[in-house]
């Protein structure tokens, strides 16, 4: 009985996330196109001038970036839904049912980075419809791998920020300014090793290490460290960003 | 065992910092009533509420609502209450359906029972054809009666309504009012709910609670404590009061006699054929009445007699500390 209960209440936040998602036309529409803008724009202008100091066509390089920023967005969703509920009084219809906080965490973090996911694959998919050639089978099955651990690590930064702010209209505002240097550090549009000063900041940017892992298991070049370093990096943020995440989550008030 | 009680508390107190929002209130609801919390905004009526519903930790004292202790049976309280909040809390991204079945997803309802129920409520505040339709496309009036579909959704034992016609137009109210009744009576459901509106306790509830400055000036059913202020009200403006009310106190036919501001109020019985008298009176001692009135007395006349205000008075009083924060401190403190 109380199993099936929480497990329900899991389900439940979890799928409003879905159908909230899937109703949103425009959340779906935008991420993408503004990714492929990155992808193909942005991609194309600057593939002559890089592609010789590369070794591998630019648009290829980007692609790991890209798939990261896809689904780092959806971390700012995540927090916009939460300060929205808090606003609009739904919170309180959660908080007064008889089910556990660890429940209402763990079905909203799946729902977030399902929803993250999502987008993340679409943006996969299409890089490798244009021909993004892939390491190997290996290197496929770790990409999908670091993109559940940036998803998750991305939902919980979105649950951390959240908690803390009250105000939902200058929430996004707040989220890409710390995104977006995030993004230029992470190596995610070009490669931080050639400037030593960059190089040591985006050591301490968890980003890098969701690009680079990225990078090196789907595209197999390019890469700083060896995936499976960044593969234990990552998972040691994730579960730190989750655990964060999770506690200011239950102890904010309504 | 049957519990007949549904809601007790024993000096339930909340202390905001400085600020005591609910003072010492011990009371109780009994089982299938409607009982109504009356008193101006900022009377202490939500923080009590909230106390109740579990979302609030009382600063001192405690509470049972259907026989579980607020603070140490959350999870048993959270179980048999409904909560219709002020402000609306529907997700307005999904359907009223949706929010029902969700909502009785999250009390364990099974497969079987949510659909049975989901119909049962909607069907109670006719909401049937509007069911797909997503709740942002609700007008307020909607909004509210699918809450109130909600909160019964899994047969509480008593459902909170905090101020549940705010801000709607006449009609609704009204039909809202029919909702609240049918539902009690229908599923015998215990009702307990704030107001600021006179009518709206008037109308709606058995018993009521006085409640101003976050403390209880009175619990007792509205017939009587209507008896209290008398039969009839007389109403009389005067050039001497003073000297009215002096002779006036020796008649034996008055039950209760107030003197406000700028107006008298008589407790009488047989109020109209009292006002020839009345005016007698006035003439022998030459005092001039300016107007007359009698009337069947109304919780306004309940308030005023209990709080020395009108609630309307009470309010723009309240809305004045709220802006003159160091009265507000003296006034709290006292």
Request: net charge positive; hydrophobic share 45%; with cysteine.
């Amino acid at each position: 009985m109380f199993k099936t209960m929480e497990l329900q209440a899991i389900y439940v936040m979890w799928l409003r996330e879905i159908k909230r998602f899937i109703r949103s036309k425009s959340r779906i529409i935008v991420t993408v196109v503004q990714s492929l803008f990155f992808l193909f724009i942005l991609g194309s202008g600057l593939r002559t001038i890089t592609t010789g100091n590369l070794g591998v066509d630019y648009l290829y390089f980007l692609a790991p970036g890209i798939i990261a920023m896809a689904i780092m967005a959806s971390s700012m969703f995540t927090g916009v839904s939460i300060l929205w509920d808090k606003q609009f009084g739904f919170l309180q219809e959660v908080l007064v049912a008889p089910i556990s906080r660890i429940s209402i965490i763990i079905g909203r973090t799946l729902g977030g980075a399902t929803t993250a996911l999502i987008q993340g694959f679409i943006i996969l998919f299409l890089s490798i419809a244009i021909g993004l050639p892939i390491s190997s089978s290996i290197g496929l099955l770790l990409t999908f791998i670091f993109m559940v651990l940036t998803a998750f690590t991305a939902v919980g930064f979105g649950l951390i920020l959240a908690s803390k702010m009250r105000d939902f209209q200058g929430f996004p505002l707040v989220m890409n300014l710390v995104i977006m240097p995030l993004l230029f550090l992470s190596s995610a549009f070009f490669p931080v090793t050639s400037n030593s000063i960059m190089k040591n900041i985006a050591f301490f940017n968890p980003l890098f290490y969701m690009v680079d892992g990225l990078r090196g298991s789907l595209i197999g070049s390019n890469n700083v460290f060896h995936p499976l370093i960044d593969l234990a990096v990552v998972s040691i943020i994730c579960i730190v960003t989750m655990f964060i995440g999770s506690y200011f989550f239950s102890k904010s008030e309504v | 065992m049957q519990i007949l009680d549904i809601i007790k508390t024993y000096n339930l107190t909340k202390k905001f910092k400085d600020i005591t929002a609910v003072d010492n209130i011990s009371f109780s609801v009994k089982k299938g009533e409607i009982f109504g919390f009356l008193g101006p905004n900022g009377a202490g009526k939500t923080t009590t509420i909230k106390m109740l519903i579990t979302l609030l930790n009382p600063t001192n004292g405690s509470a049972e609502v259907a026989g579980f202790d607020i603070i140490k049976k959350r999870d048993e309280v959270r179980q048999n209450i409904g909560v219709v909040f002020q402000e609306p809390a529907l997700d307005t991204e999904l359907t009223g359906k949706e929010n029902l079945d969700f909502h009785a997803r999250m009390y364990a309802l099974n497969r079987e029972k949510r659909k049975t129920r989901i119909n049962d409520v909607l069907k109670l505040v006719d909401l049937e054809d509007k069911q797909d339709v997503f709740v942002k496309n609700y007008s307020g009036g909607m909004k509210r009666r699918l809450e109130i579909a909600r909160g019964l959704m899994h047969y509480p034992t008593v459902l909170f309504l905090d101020e549940p016609t705010l801000g709607l137009d006449a009609q609704t109210r009204r039909a809202i009012w029919e909702y609240i009744k049918k539902m009690n009576k229908e599923e015998g459901t215990t009702i307990f709910l704030t107001t600021h509106y006179m009518d709206e306790a008037d109308y709606l509830c058995d018993r009521i609670g006085i409640i101003d400055h976050g403390k209880i000036l009175v619990i007792d059913s509205i017939e009587k404590l209507k008896n209290t202020v008398g039969n009839d009200v007389i109403t009389l403006t005067c050039s001497d009061s003073d000297k009215l009310v002096k002779k006036l106190k020796e008649q034996t036919w008055i039950n209760k006699i107030k003197q406000y501001d700028s107006f008298l109020t008589l407790g009488v019985e047989k109020g109209d054929e009292k006002i020839p008298i009345i005016i007698e009176i006035a003439q022998s001692l030459d005092i001039k009445i300016k107007s007359i009135s009698v009337r069947k007395p109304t919780l306004d006349d309940v308030f005023l007699s209990f709080t020395g205000r009108t609630i309307r008075d009470q309010e723009t009083q309240n809305n004045k500390e709220q802006a003159l924060p160091p009265r507000m401190k003296f006034r709290r403190q006292r």
